[in-house]
Nanobody
Framework: QVQLVESGGGLVQAGGSLRLSCAVS????????MRWFRQAPGKQRELVAV???????NYVDSVQGRFTISRDSAKNTVYLQMNSLKPEDTAVYSC?????????WGQGTQVTVSL
């Protein structure tokens, strides 16, 4: 069974950086795409970034130029590098993997950006 485990969240001041990791127990290569979502208190879950099997990436406008999604297939890990963080980036960030037959979720990691 595929499991996703996120890490790297925490408290950071505005303007700072964090790198989130999503360790996948299965093979990343078998996933059609990997995504990072976030959900702030009282708000709907939002798709932040996606990386497809071929390596292409896409981002929500609010993080374009500040966040970078990447993967290390040898380590079966997907990353989200977050730079120039803003208080509005505060949320629980969750990793998501989509194969031909299923969608998998991690448990989420809290990111808090203070002024």
């Amino acid at each position: 069974q595929v499991q996703l485990v996120e890490s790297g969240g925490g408290l950071v001041q505005a303007g700072g950086s964090l790198r989130l990791s999503c360790a996948v127990s299965g093979y990343i290569a078998s996933m059609n795409y990997m995504r990072w979502f976030r959900q702030a208190p009282g708000k709907q879950r939002e798709l932040v970034a996606v990386i497809i099997q071929g390596g292409g990436t896409n981002y929500v406008d609010s993080v374009q130029g500040r966040f970078t999604i990447s993967r290390d297939s040898a380590k079966n890990t997907v990353y989200l590098q977050m730079n120039s963080l803003k208080p509005e980036d505060t949320a629980v960030y969750s990793c998501n993997a989509v194969s031909d037959v299923r969608c998998y979720w991690g448990q989420g990691t809290q990111v808090t950006v203070s002024l």
